[in-house]
């Protein structure tokens, strides 16, 4: 079955295991009426950085969308490997720490090359999201189309309940979907996936569990807080308010053990079953007291966007308050903060461009909500002008078609240490838009 979209090109259903899974009636019918956007930049006034950032990213884009169109797979990484070594001495501790927790250094050909994974691995989503803000920001048509394309493959990860990554896969591109091209199809879709999502909920604990894995009783890790958005989604689409009220018990819960002090995040608190805290610890941070970076970002993010959706001051402070953390304990001096802020700096201790991003586009938006946003505009100005240089930003045609470089992880694991990752891309590009948005 083909099915044609308008201009009369034809698209291929998704295959998986040689049966058509996709509901054409369903999704792609509507999905593939006519799209307009007023809000692209049609007539760039931008500064010469931005543009650049933005040619790099629609031709970096466009050349894996091409590379990959005839699979069923979404660009992930680039492989690397590991000396432990570098592990140790940025763990700083003996490797019979953490040696049965490694991953196998891959083979020297695979070295430098796209790892790619499935549409369940909690990364998927961003590829396709990436296409839609690269679209967005150009008003590029062709943009539009991949981002059609590769949204379409996302379809059955709305049947999925494994993770509470759902919550990543969906709303970055099926979201941006429903964003940017409203209708029934598309909002069934975060609708069944936000679902989902909900049957992770435990009322007793009052969290969303993380993982199924491991040796933890019920993990919830502060990545979570990134999923909650797809709830906030699904009740502003639906008018139920069962998907809201969800995400705010999950954030309350998480404010209440996952923090610090110094408002540091730990990255996993596991529960018991009474709703007592079991552990807090770290997964792919330094260590169990460390402020692992990414997670530093995932935090004050997901504040931010829960005060968006709910206008909780509490929420607002949490976001506010790691916001400072961050500003005090980010000591690069180019503003992409290394991958721990307690790692020992040394001259090859990898910066985290995916952290960075996430870092600058929460600010970007939490900017808007205090008095003194500016501090929080200016910073994420800095970090932004920084992964736009040619210290992070690719070259056109090079960095097998990741828009960033330097992005870490999970150092403690071995993996993806100092390599290009999608989700990097994905919050740069957001931030971008949330940045010449509120130049206008």
């Known amino acids: 079955m083909e099915v044609c979209r308008n201009g009369g090109q034809k698209i291929k259903p998704y295959i998986c295991n040689n049966k058509i899974i996709i509901n054409m009636r369903t999704v792609l019918n509507l999905f593939f009426s006519g799209i307009l956007i007023t809000a692209c930049q049609s007539v760039s006034n931008n500064d010469e950085w931005v543009d650049k950032a933005l040619d790099v990213a629609s031709c970096q884009l466009k050349l894996t969308a091409n590379e990959l169109k005839d699979s069923t797979v979404m660009p992930r990484s680039l492989w690397t490997g590991y000396d432990v070594a570098f592990l140790e001495s940025q763990l700083e501790r003996d490797a019979s720490t953490f040696a049965d927790s490694l991953w196998a250094n891959p083979p020297k ?51 999925y ?28 879709v975060i609708v069944e996936t936000a679902e989902n999502l909900c049957s992770r909920f435990n009322v007793q604990i009052g969290c969303i569990r993380s993982w199924d894995f491991g040796h933890w009783n019920y993990p919830v890790i502060i990545d979570n807080m990134m999923n909650l958005d797809l709830l906030f989604n699904a009740t502003n689409l ?38 007592s805290v079991e552990s807090q610890g770290t997964h792919q941070g330094k260590n169990d007291d460390s402020a692992w970076a990414r997670g530093q970002g995932w ?15 509490k929420f607002l402070e949490v976001a506010i308050n790691v916001a400072e953390m961050i500003m005090k304990r980010n000591i690069a001096s180019d503003k992409v903060c290394y991958w721990d802020f307690d790692a020992p700096v040394k001259k090859d201790t990898p910066h985290d ?13 939490l900017s808007t909500y ?33 828009v960033l470089m330097h992005s870490v992880g999970s150092l403690p694991h071995g993996s993806e240490i100092d390599t290009p990752i999608n989700y990097a891309d994905y919050y740069y590009l957001e931030a971008l838009k949330r940045y010449l948005d509120l130049k206008k």
């Open 299 to 313: 935090a004050v993010y997901g504040y931010t966007s829960c005060y968006r959706e709910t206008k909780d001051v």
């Open 238 to 275: 639906t008018g139920d308010e069962k998907y809201k009220q969800i995400a705010v018990r999950h954030a309350y819960t998480t404010m209440k053990h996952h923090f610090r002090q110094d408002f540091t995040s730990y990255h996993v608190v596991s529960y018991n079953n009474d709703g």
């Open 353 to 365: 461009a995916s952290a960075a991003a996430v870092i600058a586009s929460a600010f970007l938006e």
């Open 109 to 159: 050909e695979k070295l430098r090359t796209r790892r790619n994974c499935s549409i369940y691995d909690w990364t998927s989503g961003f590829f396709p999201g990436s296409l839609w803000y690269a679209y967005e920001l150009t008003g590029d048509e062709s943009l539009k189309a991949e981002a059609i394309e590769y949204t379409n493959r996302m379809f059955p990860v709305s049947k």
């Open 370 to 402: 205090v008095e003194d946003g500016g501090r929080y505009f200016d910073y994420a100005e800095e970090i932004l002008k920084s992964l736009s240089s040619n210290d992070y930003l690719s070259e056109k045609g090079d960095n097998k078609g990741f």
């Open 161 to 188: 309940k494994d993770n509470h990554d759902i919550g990543f896969m969906i709303n970055c591109s099926y979201g941006n979907a429903m964003r940017l091209a409203p209708n029934d199809s598309i909002m069934n």
